[in-house]
């Protein structure tokens, strides 16, 4: 069995990495604090006698053979990047887990059959540049490399100046190599596990997802002197589309998600009028008919709804995918785990993104969820039990020996 | 008369300080741009002979002595800060302006019957400590000076800090000294001198305001997971309060200005429901009644709209103050310049807050407007002929010349 407090220490431990007063990180991907963790991981990962390659996004991948050369590795892992006021468990609980795994594995003296590697995907939440899954999505071919180095951050650094500058653009190609299968354990993230006392999610698969880059141009001008009928106010019209996705969120029922969460105004003086705000809509949904509806119509309707405001809207798509389902016999190892080991589990669609869903494009994948507090997340008050951290971790080191056994 | 080609020159050669590519002026206060400004204005006002003093909050007096000791100084300027992107006329047309009319006196080798002093309040504009007004207001005891010393920027830099870093923390105290009347001559901002082709507005008053800081408190989540029924997103919150800022402006009808310029997002991460949105708002209208109306009544509504989404608002007054009617005799002295010079003039109230508001407080005072293009400002495209800077400061001359003689 694996070591539940060694794994909640090693959690702890990586926490510091980029901690915030709020009891939180902000470990944003490829800063200063991101390299950190990233040193801390591969220094663990070379004390297990396991061997660190990286790739060109920054994916880093630790190897531990097999018995049997000719098996293809399992794969398993999951990010140490977090948001800008983030918890310590999302992500981080994957990577430090897999590290536990690796361990357990080491102390017992065990080999399986196939090679392992653990994986910490690089800029998993995308909050500095705007592309979640960016680095399992470079990997898996979704985006054009030299695009992805192009990418910019609100300080105009490009995605190849950041992998430069903590030196962390790597010798291997970032494309998949070929590989068994991929497990990754994270948080849940959302409500539902807690509500139904469930220690385990097995994840059957990802919802559909639409992201979009929106700017409403206006014109800035005097806010004592501009009476109502002269005025073209980028905020106002900005409003106008706040409402219109949460309205469309609600349209689609309580599985509906829709979110305006980046927004900047311009020039952002108190007695000027706004010329111009740049923010970010997305919206998710389990049937992909539902995303590919919005993906096609809702860029029409904001834009009508904006022109009434004598202000113009330009929205430009960031990413759009389908519901990603995962492989049948990945999610029945985790299913079949959690039922040896008397794990009360539920199936479920994550509702979050995660990098096993470009991954599953690639080779079978499957994910383990445990329980968050209030199933908040993206929150530094993000909050989970060691014993839930336990469970989880003991379920991926059971689906993945499983898997490599086979 | 006044020289208009000198004057534009020194207007184009005061706007190098903070140009932007887009041929306006980011000359925020108490920056090294303001201080460049500043040391530009210094130099010049010396050269001519000026006494130059600058008071606790760095407001700046030139003074050319009279022929009677025993006669009150006559006041006139405006000021040299701008907006973030701002235009070039804003205020420095009205310093550029005054100090003309002190080269004309200079070169005719004329003494005034009373003392002239030339003005450059502090910050005028707001947009860097949320106070617009704040060295006329210092000065005129409308803010106790200690106050507005702990005022701080964006970057938590107090006003007394960057007072000090650029040297302008003056000797002479920040308050009235005994003086006759005060005349500010000031682009119009807005669109009525230009619609009725005059080249001279009469300023009769300024309008009633009233601003506040204003925050939203829901709760941080995850974008994914969060159902609609869980969420508390600041940022829909505060699409309301800035549909129902426009909602009561336009109650007001063709007077009415409600304006949110300044709205911050926290975390500001795309795939994060927002936690807390900071956001100003504003109301102006000629009738002071109006606006004390919204002044007792506005949070209370907006606090009950805020509450439908499971937020909080919170709403702090920065600014109130009545409709400020000019002095008469001051108003038709420049009534009388303008007719004088056969140029065609219209009384008008200003819908932008001016320095003359407060100096108004504590002597008689008056302004003149010149018409700008489109009644554009606040806007890095803000434009006006020479031929009507020419006319303002020749109206600015002879008010000042009739006021210090009479
Ligand atoms: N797991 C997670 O929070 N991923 C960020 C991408 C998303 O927005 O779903
Ligand atoms: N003149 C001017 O633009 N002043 C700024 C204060 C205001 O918002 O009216």
């Given at each position: 069995r694996?070591?539940?407090?060694?794994?909640?220490?090693?959690?702890?431990?990586?926490?510091?990495?980029?901690?915030?007063?709020?009891?939180?990180?902000?470990?944003l991907?490829?800063?200063?604090?991101?390299?950190?963790?990233?040193?801390?991981?591969?220094?663990?990962?070379?004390?297990?006698?396991?061997?660190?390659?990286?790739?060109?996004?920054?994916?880093?991948?630790?190897?531990?053979?097999?018995?049997?050369?000719t098996?293809?590795?399992?794969?398993?892992?999951?990010?140490?990047?977090?948001?800008?006021?983030?918890?310590?468990?999302?992500?981080?609980?994957?990577?430090?887990?897999?590290?536990?795994?690796?361990?357990?594995?080491?102390?017992?003296?065990l080999?399986?059959?196939?090679?392992?590697?653990?994986?910490?995907?690089?800029?998993?939440?995308?909050?500095?540049?705007?592309?979640?899954?960016?680095?399992?999505?470079?990997?898996?071919?979704?985006?054009?490399?030299?695009?992805?180095?192009?990418?910019?951050?609100?300080?105009?650094?490009?995605?190849?100046?950041?992998?430069?500058?903590?030196?962390?653009?790597?010798?291997?190609p970032?494309?998949?190599?070929p590989?068994?299968?991929?497990?990754?354990?994270?948080?849940?993230?959302?409500?539902?596990?807690?509500?139904?006392?469930?220690?385990?999610?097995?994840?059957?698969?990802?919802?559909?997802?639409?992201?979009?880059?929106?700017?409403?141009?206006?014109?800035?001008?005097?806010?004592?002197?501009?009476?109502?009928?002269?005025?073209?106010?980028?905020?106002?019209?900005?409003?106008?589309?706040?409402?219109?996705?949460?309205?469309?969120?609600?349209?689609?029922?309580?599985?509906?998600?829709?979110?305006?969460?980046?927004?900047?105004?311009?020039?952002?003086?108190?007695?000027?009028?706004?010329?111009?705000?740049?923010?970010?809509?997305?919206?998710?949904?389990?049937?992909?008919?539902?995303?590919?509806?919005?993906?096609?119509?809702?860029?029409?309707e904001?834009?009508?709804?904006?022109?009434?405001?004598?202000?113009?809207?330009?929205?430009?798509?960031?990413?759009?995918?389908?519901?990603?389902p995962?492989?049948?016999?990945?999610?029945?190892?985790?299913?079949?785990?959690?039922?040896?080991?008397?794990?009360?589990?539920?199936?479920?669609?994550?509702?979050?993104?995660?990098?096993?869903?470009?991954?599953?494009?690639?080779?079978?994948?499957?994910?383990?969820?445990?329980?968050?507090?209030?199933?908040?997340?993206?929150?530094?008050?993000?909050?989970?039990?060691?014993?839930?951290?336990?469970?989880?971790?003991?379920?991926?080191?059971?689906?993945?020996?499983?898997?490599?056994?086979?």
């Open positions: 694996i070591d539940g407090a060694r794994l909640w220490d090693g959690l702890m431990a990586m926490a510091r990495h980029g901690a915030t007063p709020k009891g939180g990180v902000k470990r991907t490829l800063t200063a604090e991101d390299r950190a963790a990233r040193e801390d991981f591969r220094t663990q990962c070379e004390a297990l006698g396991l061997a660190v390659r990286v790739d060109a996004i920054g994916n880093m991948f630790a190897r531990r053979e097999g018995r049997d050369p098996r293809l590795p399992v794969l398993f892992g999951s990010h140490l990047d977090s948001q800008p006021s983030g918890g310590k468990y999302d992500g981080a609980l994957g990577v430090m887990a897999g590290l536990e795994v690796m361990r357990t594995l080491h102390d017992l003296g080999t399986t059959e196939a090679p392992l590697e653990l994986v910490n995907w690089t800029d998993e939440e995308g909050s500095r540049f705007g592309h979640s899954l960016m680095g399992s999505g470079a990997w898996a071919g979704v985006y054009p490399l030299e695009k992805v180095y192009a990418l910019r951050d609100g300080d105009g650094v490009t995605v190849a100046e950041a992998l430069d500058a903590i030196g962390y653009r790597g010798e291997i970032a494309e998949p190599f590989a068994d299968a991929y497990f990754e354990l994270h948080i849940e993230q959302g409500p539902i596990l807690e509500r139904d006392g469930a220690a385990i999610g097995i994840v059957t698969g990802a919802q559909a997802q639409v992201w979009w880059d929106a700017r409403i141009t206006g014109q800035d001008a005097h806010a004592g002197t501009t009476p109502p009928g002269a005025r073209r106010d980028a905020l106002v019209a900005a409003a106008r589309i706040i409402a219109l996705v949460d309205a469309r969120m609600r349209d689609a029922g309580e599985e509906g998600r829709g979110t305006v969460g980046f927004l900047k105004v311009e020039p952002n003086s108190r007695n000027v009028i706004p010329g111009e705000v740049a923010f970010s809509i997305e919206f998710r949904h389990p049937e992909s008919g539902r995303i590919a509806h919005l993906a096609s119509h809702f860029p029409a904001a834009a009508a709804d904006v022109a009434a405001t004598g202000c113009a809207l330009s929205m430009s798509q960031v990413l759009h995918y389908a519901a990603q995962f492989d049948a016999a990945c999610v029945a190892l985790v299913e079949q785990a959690a039922a040896r080991l008397g794990l009360k589990a539920r199936r479920l669609v994550s509702g979050a993104g995660h990098d096993a869903v470009y991954v599953a494009r690639r080779m079978p994948a499957a994910m383990i969820f445990t329980p968050c507090k209030d199933g908040l997340s993206h929150n530094e008050a993000e909050s989970i039990e060691p014993a839930q951290a336990e469970a989880g971790c003991q379920v991926l080191f059971e689906a993945v020996v499983a898997r490599a056994n086979r």
